[in-house]
């Protein structure tokens, strides 16, 4: 459908050229978050929060930021995308501001709902205005190009935040770490005021399509019936709930080594982050050099690695190991989106998808509760064996249980010849196709 470029012999396209130019600005400033490095440290040691109430915290925020994509969608197809943008800054403002000033449970536990709301209304909408834009122009072909170049500056964004959060704190605490960047979000707002809504140009059939929990429940019902959509959503889930804990340990780990809040601090915390920006740069290298299905299948055995190693070590050169994960975080969400992509009907795919974040979001709601009790009675080095003992054994069988059934697609995959023969067997050995089933023809 063409676009009219003018409204009222007025030219709109400088100003959506101007959103494309003003993007990566915009999440720059976005994402200078000077509080990541140390947000753990600030809630426990100066607001007071015990590992158990940080538990108990999650969950709701996880809902939020899962359970709320839909509406805030709905929101952002009513009220524009522009505006949905601007609100979401807002009341991340209002977290960060809040948080800086919070001296009780139910005042941290008020921030980390903002916090979800904010994520939740800015998630997918921002993504939506780009690509109108690109419509409103003609460029839709560049939605890739534009999108990844502007993963590169908030990937920027975050190093330097990981950088600096830490001798900011050190110099003024924690307290204006958060008030920085609520500043930085303050800019990206400014920034958002020069942003103008571009048009939409849905058909009419379009906006009469399937809602979202119709798609919701073909999705399910085709992962039902499809093993390798079924094992592949579920082990995802699982595997990003396992590196979850890492968000919540590794600053104590850090203050347990001895290393106080300061620049080694953010120093520390910053390979771990560049690796994951590393590894999705990466992603389609390895998936070329080893297969989409062999490096996913090796990563429980990274996170295993890991959690044991560190509780093993129990040494600030520990922290070296955080980069696996790291890695391993940064590969395996464009790895798995791109082995669901090739299995799911285009108009399934962003629902699908959709599941990753809810599948792991469900795993969450049980799991913090009962983490931030086992922080607070145990040592950390009990703590990391007891997420390996949790998580490895479940996503091994998972594990398995997908790759039989990616087997029995017919495809093959290489295995290198240290695997012993009996392991091949377990493992990789094809599932035996289901006999099909006695119809009335084949009784005649």
Known sequence: MSVRPSLNGIDRRPAWRRNLRLYPLFYFFHDLHFWMPVWIIFATDEVGLTFAQLGAIGP?????????QPLAGALADRFGRVRTIRASLIIFMVFTAWFAFSDAFWMAAVAWSLWGLAMVAITGTDSAFLHDTLQ??????????QAGRAFAVRSLALVLATFTGGVIAGEIGGQGALLCGTAATGLALLISLLFREPPRHESEQETRGP??????????????RTPTIRYSLIFSALLIASMVPEFYLLQPFLK?????????FSALQAPARVATVFAAA?????????????TLASMPFWVVLVYVGVGLINHLGAIALFVILGLARGAQMPLMEGYLNRRVPSRLRATALSLNHMGWALIMLPFLPIFGEVVDAYPLTTVFHGIAAFYGPLLVIVMILWV????????????PAVIPQILREVIWKPQRPAAPAVTSVDLD
């Open 282 to 294: 990466l992603a389609f290298w390895l998936a070329m050099r080893f297969g989409i299905v062999r």
């Open 211 to 224: 809602t979202y929990m119709e798609l919701l429940k073909e999705t399910l019902r085709l992962a039902g």
């Open 136 to 145: 409103a122009l003609g460029r839709e072909r560049e939605f890739e190009r």
């Open 60 to 68: 709701a925020f996880y809902v939020i930021t899962s359970f709320g």
């Open 404 to 415: 039989r059934a990616d087997r029995s697609e017919g495809r093959r995959l290489p295995l």
């Open 256 to 264: 347990e080594q001895g290393v106080e809040v300061g620049w080694l």
